[in-house]
């Protein structure tokens, strides 16, 4: 069973609570007139809860994993958090005095002895102790399926993903990447090192190359051309973009490249940006903590076996790595793009017609080898994408959405939106 965080929007950057030590330099502000403490701050301070919060901060994904955290503890006000390296575990009393552990380590055997404390722990990597309660991720499937959905929309027609071979998020974005794939009959190749879970893919800055370069040029170098390549996270696009710098091979006309985790600096940074998606770790952050929360109120929680706890992705960030439609036909692809830039207009496929100087018979054989479906309907599919988007988002009303994607009449739209998903727009509201 598949549960979903149902979060709170980020409005701001969110700050973390005073510590012990910030309480005691107010000390003289909040005392009575005799220097002695007020009752009331000293149930304050006896009713703190102090986390442990074992999760690298060198990575975006991290840091947002943080914020979520601290989010959920600006709201509670008791909660105390203080991060903890993984080399600092093996320090003697480095967890007493805590009061639950929110966790996001590689190695089973540091999962295991972080449980063996005995409090409340959420994991947050799922790869070790399958007995740990309490797991959080994200949702690897729906991740997946947007990259596949994407490529498939763009009419690619060969695909590889690469990411680390028996990791477990890895291993489940593959799968459900190639299952979409599947269903809609083309195949998907993997890149076959196993690289075994390990504190490099927690990292930043050191994991600019493969661990096995020349082995890793060698897969990228076979891939055909204009083969669209899913990474399990933006280090892996980066490795991969790497590659197609050093051996000549255009990107994204040659190979398009889509990671995980919109790290913003890596993605924007790179020598072409790299299209990601945001697998919404602020929100697994607050989930945690939320999780956390309840089990350190009821102790029973932890007798009990879960289902991990899912978050939904935030959504596709599209940069230059992915902007190209793999057509045979010039003019096809410049309408492919035309389409893509101009869904707030009512496009017709007579439009499309006069801007390709080609016949109807033309364009509506070119579509339908293409994509299986004629220009109109492609057309219709794109604005309603869109829509479905803008409707998800839930920031504006039927009326504006509507308007977005090219249809002056609100009731039409909806209509329209109803005869394509089943359901008017107000049920995903």
């Known amino acids: 069973m598949v549960e979903y965080a149902s979060l709170p929007r980020r409005t701001r950057t969110p700050t973390y609570p005073l510590t012990q030590k910030t309480r005691c330099k107010t000390k003289s502000t ?48 008791n909660w105390q958090l203080r991060l903890i ?53 994200c949702d690897n499937r729906r991740i997946a399926e947007m990259a596949a959905k994407y490529f498939l929309r763009h009419g690619f027609r060969r695909f590889a993903f690469c990411g680390y071979k028996g990791t477990r998020y890895s291993d489940e974005r593959f799968s459900a990447f190639r299952k979409v794939l599947g269903d809609s009959g083309f195949s998907c190749e993997e890149y076959p090192a196993i690289e075994k879970p390990g ?41 991969v973009l790497r590659v197609c710098n050093d051996i000549g091979r ?83 692809a410049g309408l492919l793009s035309y389409i893509d830039d101009n869904t707030s207009k009512p496009i017709t496929a007579r439009d499309l017609e006069s801007i390709a100087c080609v016949s109807h018979s033309a364009l509506h054989k070119a579509f339908r080898k293409a994509f299986g479906i004629s220009a109109g309907r492609y057309i219709l599919a794109e604005k309603m994408r869109k829509a479905k988007q803008l409707v998800d988002d839930g920031s504006l009303l039927v009326k504006e959405i509507a308007d977005q994607v090219g249809f002056a009449d609100p009731k039409y739209f909806c209509r329209v939106y109803r005869a394509y998903f089943g359901h008017p727009p107000s049920k995903h509201r």
């Open 250 to 332: 255009d990107v994204p006309d040659d190979i398009a490249i889509m990671g995980v985790d919109n790290d913003i600096v890596l993605c924007s940074c790179a020598s072409v940006a790299i299209s990601s998606i945001d697998p919404n770790a602020f929100g697994a952050g607050y989930a945690a903590a939320r999780l956390l929360d309840a089990a350190i109120a009821d102790p029973a929680v932890l007798r009990k076996r879960h289902s991990v706890f899912r978050v939904k992705p935030t959504g596709l960030i599209e940069r230059k790595s992915t902007t190209v439609f793999p057509v045979n036909l010039p003019w096809m």
């Open 30 to 77: 909040n005392t009575n007139s005799t220097g002695s403490e007020p009752a009331r701050n000293r149930c304050q301070r006896a009713s703190a809860v102090k986390i442990a919060l074992v999760i690298e901060s060198n990575r975006e994904y991290g840091r947002e994993v943080l914020k979520g955290i601290a989010q959920f503890a600006c709201e509670r006000k």
């Open 85 to 137: 390296p993984q080399l600092g575990l093996g320090e003697k009393n480095a967890l007493k005095g805590f009061d639950g552990i929110i966790a996001r380590v590689t190695n089973g055997e540091t999962l295991r002895r972080l449980k063996n404390r005995r409090i409340p722990l959420v994991d947050l990597f799922l790869q070790g102790d399958p007995d740990c309660p309490i797991g959080v991720g």
């Open 199 to 239: 504190n490099i893919i927690l990292q930043g800055d050191r994991t600019m190359r493969p661990r096995n370069m020349r082995r890793f040029a060698a897969w990228v170098a076979r891939l055909p051309p204009q083969t669209a390549v899913f990474c399990a996270n933006d280090i892996r696009a980066y490795h």
